[in-house]
């Protein structure tokens, strides 16, 4: 079928107007016949940025070694590979092919996010048990240094009581230490004050006397 040089040319422009069309409806995205489409500066940065807050949460958790060295070796894989996305989306390209970036970039997108978030909540659990362990570690040493407290106090307090108690013996009123043979007073040490110790030890009158010889001897007859 042969065309004339002026239907050739209609056909190029209605195609070319139906491509604006649909690059219209695909924000940032436009795609030109036979040339390819080029992706707006404006959603290659956000990608860049995206890249580049990856790197540095993964930095930072593998700082803290958060990762295994197999977890390591995909992570960085992923990340490679978004950067690899984003220079070929950077240029012109076909549809197909973007379509085929966009689905990789998404899977990527979930990946790193499954792995950073993972080690981020580790790395905040194990912050928490190391502050819990010192914590611990804190109150051992404080009941440890209020045990040696109580323990000084009781032998300084012992010290005392002994001090006191010696104090006690060395000066206390001779009556006090010399009692012990007082156990069993009266004559003859019977355990009955006798008439001698009595006479002794307190003044009786006669009359007195007379009655306690009385009382006594009445006790004897009965």
Known sequence: MKITKTQLTQLIKEELEKSIEEAEGAKGVTYWPFVGGKIDKEDIQVAKDTLSDYRKRYDAANDEGMFKWDERER?????????????????????????????????????????LGGAKRALKKRQRDDADAAERA?????????????????KYDAIDRERRDKLDRQYAPRTRRDDYHLVN?????????????SLDRAKISKSELAQIIKEELENLLK
């Open 138 to 154: 804190d109150q051992f040493e404080r009941d440890v240094e209020r045990q040696r407290s109580l323990d000084r106090k009781a």
């Open 75 to 115: 992570v960085e894989g992923d990340l490679d590979e978004m950067e690899k996305i984003i220079r070929s989306i950077s240029k012109r390209h076909k549809k197909s092919d973007f379509d085929k970036a966009d689905k990789a970039w998404r899977s990527l997108d979930d990946s790193l996010r499954t792995a």
């Open 185 to 197: 007073p009266g004559f003859a040490g019977t355990g009955n004050m006798g008439y001698g110790e």
